[in-house]
Nanobody, 127 residues
Framework: QLSLVESGGGLVQTGGSLRLSCKAS????????IGWFRQVPGKEREGVSC????????NYAESVKGRFTISRDNEEDTSFLQMNSLKPGDRAKYYC????????????????????WGQGTQVTVSS
């Protein structure tokens, strides 16, 4: 069974950091681009970042650029989202997703291209 499992969420103060992980099970992550998304109840899902198959190309939403870093370890079938300088506006449930489609710089704003999604991990930032 193919699955993605996120972990690493939690409660942090403004200015703090968290590192989210996305572990693939049942398939080799190296064949897929990875996207990270977030959603707040009642609002649309927002693309945060994406990384191509080999990890050499990354893209970020303007709202997180310079604060978040996406990475991957294909040997461990895991992707990471390092989140620094967290703000209350970063509060959301964070999801990772995988796609075998060709990577593009706007892959993080095209959730429709992703075919496997994790269950999400909650991030809460206190002011």
């Amino acid at each position: 069974q193919l699955s993605l499992v996120e972990s690493g969420g939690g409660l942090v103060q403004t200015g703090g950091s968290l590192r989210l992980s996305c572990k693939a099970s049942g398939f080799f992550l190296r064949g897929y681009a990875i996207g990270w998304f977030r959603q707040v109840p009642g609002k649309e899902r927002e693309g945060v970042s994406c990384i191509e198959f080999g990890g050499n190309i990354t893209n970020y939403a303007e709202s997180v650029k310079g604060r978040f870093t996406i990475s991957r370890d294909n040997e461990e079938d895991t992707s990471f989202l390092q989140m620094n300088s967290l703000k209350p506006g970063d509060r959301a449930k964070y999801y990772c997703a995988s796609t075998a489609q060709a990577y593009s710089n706007d892959s993080y704003v095209r959730p429709q291209i992703y075919d496997s999604w994790g269950q999400g991990t909650q991030v809460t930032v206190s002011s």
